[in-house]
């Protein structure tokens, strides 16, 4: 459009607020379907692969991908002079997708492969809700587009509908977990969702109405947004991808730091999505709550802080946990994405800004999402992006100038004394390793208060972050020597203890095995090793095993869901059949290799553990032929919540021989889950002890168990029915029983804490 053109005739107020409040509904009501969508499909899908955070990684990359193809689609969509035509090709998009509906994993993926999950969920999510998505993708950029053409007077500086478009967003995430899960089955979720579909359809086309009946030449206010202002150079785009990749890469990278020592469920997804995303809302508003000078002061801070957090490691409790890493993490986003609104160019090149800022969000999740999984052995993408984030603050000049050049001096010398120790090992070397938080937590927050106060330049603050960053490596919080093994399902920990005693298996800062090494007095362990952590003959499990082998008197048939490092193996007595249910085969090998255990070595050489999600793999075993089975199939703390449903319990009924009983260990610190455990099992017309004891023999590298029994009789169970240590516990009527339409993670994070357990 040039200003030779003739200006048409401004809109009415009233118009003026119709086209306010039907374009804002729309974009609001696009925004609420795009964000509701992923927690809910995900949730769908997690069942396939044993409810693994890293389905929620691959998830976003994939959301932030077909994102991409979205406002690329509405870029080139508005570059065509007519306006009719876009308004025709995108309702026909939507109404094309609504077809499609409601959503439904497609057919032909309801079983993994055995290995490439990562590309095979993409594959899924692509064929089974890729249109609707992308059509939704498109609307938030479209739509503002359609605006600016509408003759509105702030059709000049329509960004503020963007923030209208992330208020949406951060209530569906929001709501979710806390109304949305609790309170309706997935099947009607599903409902709810497709007709939120329709209702935005006839928002679109009102939309549509209202731009093909604005006058011809649209109405923009003077000054602010030069029709003629120049276009954004390359080195400013390039600028914006960056800015806008770090802060996506983090959110997979915390998301999947916070969600691995919890749940994997949409309960811990969505904060840091809706954090996030809340970002956006405050950076966009015409008056920000927080001034942008203030977050720059406090984003260094921020990154000081997740270093502190990072060193601190398996010391600290849920709280901590979550408010810690959420609050930095908020405080860095909202410094990035405030240089980006900050930087935005005039209304004429919306799209291509959108398209930039969604294309550096695909490359941040591809990068913590699917390359950094397969390149490090351990979360490497967490400290990257931290110190990737100090290059997102602005260029500024040094204050005290003559101090300031002292800074690398002083910084290098401290490298030094620092990091040499650890080559040794003096008395320095052991002072630093016992006071290794408060060392890295100075380093970091004196580090970055000193840079602050001289304004020092990015580079400086990038290394004082990544010698921070570097000093929780060179001193480690394990004790002992560790090694690391990385798949699709997560990061194992093998820790050797540093007298060579243990050898202990950890996921994120859970133990899930250890085996005794050495005697107390330095001897060799020899023989047939004893199971030891949650796995010790007197605790809730071993006594399972001895009960039931009792009672039957005769060998047992055993079906174990859940490997680790193989301890169970040696549960077993002369004669009787273990079969074992694993789904990360990096697992398998871990515990087979005698330098990390000899469990299965020793005990069991010959047993072939089934590959693959339990709930897939077990379901095809025979029925009526276990005496015992054990669920114990937890990752970190993360639970795979589709094998502690009712339909679950259903199958294990059915696998089980006359007099046979399950028995599911639901030790967790941070859900309550013997309650879901004794529902899902009277669902199924069964009855349920439970064990909870304290071993008090954690030097031993022998924990306290929470173990749920559940069998037709009294009788099944044997000695375990009269026993003291065993409560016969009935259903809460008051709790609505797990489903794989519906489980409700927050109460039983509720109801720990309120317990007083955690």
């Not at 101090?403 to 690398?408: C, F, L, S, V």
């Not at 399950?662 to 309550?672: D, I, P």
Request: charged share 15%; proline share 6%.
């Amino acid at each position: 459009m040039s200003s030779s053109q003739p200006v048409a005739a401004p809109n009415s107020a009233s118009r003026n607020r119709l086209l306010l409040v039907v374009y804002t509904a729309a974009i609001f009501t696009s925004a609420l379907l795009l964000f509701s969508v992923q927690p809910l499909f995900t949730k769908m899908v997690l069942p396939r692969l044993g409810g693994s955070p890293a389905v929620w990684s691959v998830a976003m990359v994939f959301f932030q991908s077909l994102l991409l193809g979205g406002y690329a689609y509405a870029h080139y969509l508005m570059q065509l002079r007519s306006r009719l035509v876009p308004i025709v090709v995108h309702l026909l998009l939507l109404v094309v997708a609504l077809l499609t509906l409601p959503l439904s994993i497609a057919s032909g993926w309801g079983t993994p492969p055995e290995s490439g999950y990562a590309f095979w969920l993409l594959g899924l999510f692509a064929v089974s809700i890729g249109l609707p998505f992308f059509a939704l993708a498109a609307n938030n950029p479209l739509l503002q587009a359609w605006f600016v053409r509408t003759g509105h007077p702030n059709g000049h500086d329509p960004y503020f509908l963007y923030a209208s478009s992330n208020i949406g967003s951060f209530l569906a995430l929001l709501t979710y977990p806390v109304l949305l899960e609790p309170m309706f089955s997935l099947r009607t979720q599903n409902l709810i969702w497709t007709s939120g579909y329709g209702l935005l359809i006839l928002l679109i086309a009102g939309c549509g109405v209202l731009l093909l009946k604005s006058p011809p030449v649209a109405v923009v206010a003077p000054g602010a947004d030069a029709i003629d202002a120049p276009a954004p150079s390359w080195a400013l785009r390039a600028r914006w991808i960056f800015l806008a990749a770090v802060p996506s890469g983090l959110l997979i990278a915390v998301t999947a730091h916070i969600s691995t020592d919890v749940a994997a469920a949409p309960l811990l997804w969505v904060l840091p999505l809706s954090l996030y995303l809340l970002t956006w809302v405050l950076v966009f508003q015409s008056r920000p709550l927080l001034p942008h000078s203030w977050v720059l002061m406090l984003q260094p801070l921020a990154i000081a802080g997740v270093v502190v957090l990072l060193a601190v490691g398996g010391e600290q409790n849920l709280l901590l946990t979550l408010g810690g890493h959420l609050l930095c993490f908020f405080i860095i986003a909202m410094a990035c994405h405030g240089e980006l609104a900050r930087q935005r160019p005039a209304a004429r090149y919306l799209t291509g800004y959108y398209v930039a800022l969604s294309f550096g969000g695909m490359v941040g999740g591809l990068f913590a999402g699917l390359i950094a999984p397969f390149t490090f052995s351990w979360i490497a993408e967490y400290p990257i992006l931290i110190a990737f984030a100090v290059l997102c603050r602005p260029s500024l000049p040094e204050r005290y100038s003559g101090w300031a050049r002292w800074y690398w001096i002083a910084l290098v010398i401290a490298a030094v004394v620092l990091i040499a120790p650890s080559y040794t090992t003096g008395k320095l070397f052991t002072w630093i390793e016992a006071q290794r938080v408060y060392v890295v937590s100075t380093v970091a927050v004196v580090g970055m208060i000193v840079a602050i106060l001289l304004r020092a330049n990015r580079l400086k603050l990038v290394a004082i972050t990544v010698l921070a960053l570097a000093l929780i490596r060179f001193y480690p919080a394990d004790d002992g020597r560790v090694e690391t093994v990385r798949s699709f399902f997560g990061v194992h920990k093998i820790v050797v203890t540093p007298n060579n005693q243990y050898h202990v298996l950890m996921h994120g800062t859970t133990i899930h095995g250890a085996e005794k090494y050495l005697n107390d007095d330095g001897t060799p362990v020899t023989g047939r090793p004893e199971p030891i952590s949650y796995y010790y003959k007197d605790g809730g499990i071993g006594q399972a095993i001895t009960a039931v082998r009792a009672r039957k008197g005769a060998p047992l048939r055993v079906a174990v869901i859940g490997l680790g490092s193989g301890s169970l193996t040696c549960a077993s007595a002369p004669g009787e059949d273990w079969k074992f249910f694993e789904i990360d085969q990096s697992m398998v090998d871990t515990a087979r290799d005698p330098k990390y255990f000899s469990y299965i070595q020793k005990c069991e050489p010959d047993v072939k553990p089934v590959i693959g999600d339990a709930r897939l793999t077990f379901a095809k075993e025979p029925d009526g032929v276990y005496d015992l089975i054990i669920v114990d199939a937890y990752s970190s703390d993360a639970i795979p919540i589709h094998l502690a449903t009712e339909e679950a319990m259903e199958i294990y009924k059915e696998k089980l021989a006359p007099q046979g009983a399950v028995v599911m260990h639901v030790s967790n610190r941070h859900l309550e889950l013997a309650s879901v455990v004794v529902g899902i099992a009277d669902a199924n017309d069964m009855k349920s002890w439970v064990y909870s004891e304290d071993s008090g023999r954690d030097n031993e590298y022998i924990f306290s168990t929470n173990v749920v029994i559940s069998a037709h009789d009294a009788a099944d169970v044997g000695s375990i029915a009269t026993s003291s240590q065993w409560a016969l516990t009935e259903a809460n009527d008051d709790q609505r029983v797990w489903t794989d339409d519906y489980s409700n993670v927050l109460g039983a994070v509720w109801r720990r804490l309120r317990d007083g357990d955690n």
